[in-house]
């Protein structure tokens, strides 16, 4: 599936973004994103999913029931910062962000793979995996900015899940700021778009 590009080209960027669009959504949206954050010296890089999915069921299911689509999302992200790298980008010059099923796929793959990423933003979503899941690994995130937004009453991410999140990126060394946003629906608000803006202001070293 393709990756649509816009902003700044990359020879002339700052740094990148990886934008991951969620369930039953499409690259359109995160490109919405892209011109919300506004910052004209930033190239983003919006992978499309088959079929609008990433992986068939909910993030809080049993790991299994979402393979191998699971796998294969993370290995496209995987390749999309091998490519970047090749470009000059290394993982301080990208920032990966994502909504909803999308922000789930980026929190998971930096919590397993670690390293200073230029920073990860999650717009309502949470760590992949059944309730009593124990995040175990020994990946270090570095000093990592990481942004987690949400609602106290979405449907599809328990706020206790965003939470718990926040607590194991911590653990393996991310800066996290969670923002509790009461009532808000299943959307990114204004606020979570300025948050997103200042990690993508101080990558690589803007």
């Keep these: 599936m393709p990756v649509v590009k816009a902003g700044c080209a990359l020879p002339r960027a700052r740094c990148a973004a990886i934008l991951v669009h969620g369930r039953g959504r499409d690259t359109a949206e995160m490109l919405e994103v892209a011109d919300r954050i506004a910052l004209d010296d930033v190239a983003y890089l919006a992978p499309t999913a088959s079929g609008g999915s990433w992986y068939p069921v909910g ?9 191998p689509w699971l796998d294969h999302a993370l290995e496209r992200i995987g390749t999309l910062l091998a490519s970047l790298g090749k470009e000059g980008f ?17 929190l998971e793959y930096a919590a397993r793979n670690g390293g200073r990423y230029g920073g990860v933003v999650g717009f309502t979503g949470g760590l992949i995996g059944p309730p009593g899941t124990q995040w175990t ?16 009453v979405d449907e599809w991410a328990p706020l206790s899940r965003v939470q718990e999140t ?16 009461p009532g808000m629906g299943h959307v990114i608000c204004d606020d979570e778009i300025e948050a997103a803006r200042q990690i993508l202001k101080e990558a690589g070293g803007g």
């Design 59 to 67: 993030f809080m299911a049993p790991v299994g029931e979402n393979q």
């Design 90 to 106: 290394p993982k301080e010059r990208v920032v990966l962000l994502g909504f909803s099923q999308g922000a789930s796929l980026v």
């Design 137 to 152: 690994g020994e990946t270090r995130l570095d000093g990592t900015p990481v942004f987690l937004g949400t609602s106290d």
């Design 166 to 181: 926040a607590s194991v990126l911590e653990r393996l060394g991310g800066r996290v700021e969670v923002r509790i946003f």
